[in-house]
């Protein structure tokens, strides 16, 4: 059975930078057969789709437009795990966010982290 | 981007109500199509892939139909556990989703 641990600070000074890490029990990080995603949701904007991580001979990482500039997703195979760095975060960024992971083409989110408030605030 | 509209964003039905719920897609995606439902405080739960496909464990009351760009979420006797809020989200090209329906009791 897959499971998706986040971990993390929930809150974030404005201008930091927000650091999420979600630890996978049950899968590899390095399976050449799904992808690794983060995805956010607030009242404004939804469910929006963050980035992944996958592996298929050789990483390959995708961010969404909006966030593209401010965003790194990293896979840490020693510890079985993936992370998301957001910087310049300003309260927009203020979010439930979680961890998933995509099967299919990479997209379908079968297995999803519990999910992390993430208020952004001085 | 691929856009993703459903409607309504309220619904209000009784226990025993047949419940549909429309998304449409901006552009085709064939069926890659799926159905989430969430319940306060926790995350989106799979229902419906591939359009049609019921995920393990979903009650034969949720079927879910359409290619292209329209696709339908049906429940077809509403029960105390389906009031909820749904999502559809197209995984054609990477992943966006719906803006929501939320299930309440009439």
């Known amino acids: 059975q897959v499971q998706l641990q986040q971990s993390g600070p929930g809150l974030v000074k404005p201008s930091q930078t927000l650091s999420l890490t979600c630890a996978i029990s049950?899968?590899?990080?390095?399976?050449?057969?799904?992808?690794w995603n983060w995805i956010r949701q607030s009242p404004s904007r939804g469910l929006e789709w963050l980035g992944r991580?996958?592996?298929?001979?050789?990483?390959?990482?995708e961010y969404a437009e909006s966030v593209k500039s401010r965003s790194t997703i990293n896979p840490d195979t020693s510890k079985n795990q993936f992370s998301l760095q957001l910087n310049s975060v300003t309260p927009e960024d203020t979010a439930v966010y979680y961890c998933?992971?995509?099967?299919?083409?990479?997209?379908?989110?079968?297995?999803w982290g519990q999910g992390t408030l993430v208020t952004v605030s001085s | 981007d691929i856009q993703m509209t459903q409607s309504p964003s309220t619904l209000s039905a009784s226990v025993g109500d047949r419940v549909t719920i429309t998304c449409r897609a901006s552009q085709s995606i064939s069926s890659w199509l799926a159905w989430y439902q969430q319940k306060p405080g926790k995350a989106p739960k799979l229902l419906i892939y591939?359009?049609?496909s019921l995920e393990s464990g979903v009650p034969s009351r949720f079927s879910g139909s359409g290619s292209g760009t329209e696709f339908t979420l049906t429940i077809s006797s509403l029960q105390p556990d389906d009031f909820a809020t749904y999502y559809c989200?197209?995984?054609?090209?990477?992943?966006?989703f719906g803006q929501g329906t939320k299930v309440e009791i009439k």
């Open positions: 991580t996958y592996y298929r001979s050789k990483w390959y990482t």
């Open positions: 591939k359009a049609s």
């Open positions: 998933a992971r995509g099967d299919w083409n990479g997209a379908l989110f079968v297995y």
């Open positions: 049950g899968d590899s990080v390095s399976s050449n057969s799904v992808a």
């Open positions: 989200q197209q995984y054609n090209t990477r992943g966006t």
